[in-house]
């Protein structure tokens, strides 16, 4: 299992100032790296967003699992996105969108602070068991 960054997630990072959600940001995208079984698709859309977008190979349907974003505000923070039917939301801190993940109801949890992240990165390996992961 590796956890080497694709090379445009590495400049990604390389480009964007140390601050807490390029921390959080860079943990996360480490994590899904390092998967078993995983492909991660990288899009960037300077000044609107950075997209990382992890699949496993066992989906058939879905075009990914999870939606990792960094939203390109000032200051930059992430909204981490999963199709509903494969996370759960305990403490209801999620946003349901109707439709709004690739055409499918998701929850979208959004992170301007670390307080949050212990629960998401929860959130993103249910996703990832739910796609077919060990």
Excluded at 8 to 18: E, G, K, M, N, S
Excluded at 33 to 57: E, I, N, Q, W
Aim: net charge negative; aromatic share 12%.
């Amino acid at each position: 299992m590796s956890t080497a960054l694709s090379p445009q997630v590495a400049a990604f990072l390389a480009d964007w100032p140390d601050e807490p959600m390029r921390a959080l940001f860079q943990n996360l995208a480490e994590l899904v790296f390092g998967l078993p079984d995983v492909a991660c698709k990288f899009v960037a859309r300077p000044g609107v967003s950075y997209s990382l977008r992890p699949r496993h190979t066992a989906q058939k349907e879905r075009a990914l699992f999870a939606m990792i974003d960094v939203i390109d505000d000032q200051p930059r923070w992430l909204s981490v996105c999963f199709y509903q039917d494969m996370v759960r939301d305990p403490e209801a801190i999620g946003d349901l969108v109707p439709g709004g993940l690739a055409d499918s109801d998701g929850y979208c949890f959004d992170l301007t602070e670390t307080d949050r992240f212990d629960y998401v990165r929860a959130r993103l390996l249910e996703a990832f068991q739910a796609a077919g992961g060990q």
